[in-house]
């Protein structure tokens, strides 16, 4: 069993910073992709940024040049720096994980709330 657990969310006003981390546990037959999705109220769940296991990244329009996906893959652990925050960056942020057997993992969430 697989268990995703993130961290890091909370209050920031415009223009602040938050750091996300989501740690991995448990029995994983390898780690193909890690990253990071967000739902806002009343709209779809989102990619916000990826990192496959061969070092590519990609990010959603929306946060380039803003936030940064990074990952330590001996505590199999993803990081999002996010940067410049927005109000419209306010979501429940989720971590994903595809194992190298193509299952999916999804954590539970955490909050970021953009506002002043």
């Known amino acids: 069993q697989v268990q995703l657990v993130e961290s890091g969310g909370g209050l920031v006003q415009p223009g602040g ?7 991995a546990s448990g029995t994983i ?21 990826t990192i496959f296991s061969g070092g590519l990244i990609k990010y959603a329009d ?14 199999n652990t993803v990081y999002l720096q ?4 927005k ?5 429940n942020y989720y971590c994903k994980l595809v ?10 969430g955490t909050l970021v ?4």
Do not use: H
């Open 17 to 23: 910073s938050l750091r996300l981390s989501c740690a």
């Open 29 to 49: 037959s390898g780690i193909n992709v890690m990253g990071w999705y967000r739902q806002a109220p009343g709209k779809q769940r989102e990619l916000v940024a």
């Open 62 to 75: 929306s946060v380039k040049g803003r936030f940064t996906i990074s990952r330590d893959n001996a505590k």
């Open 99 to 108: 194992s190298g057997s193509g299952i999916d993992y999804w954590g539970k």
């Open 113 to 116: 709330t953009v506002s002043s």
């Open 82 to 85: 996010m940067n410049s925050l």
């Open 87 to 91: 109000p419209e960056d306010t979501a």
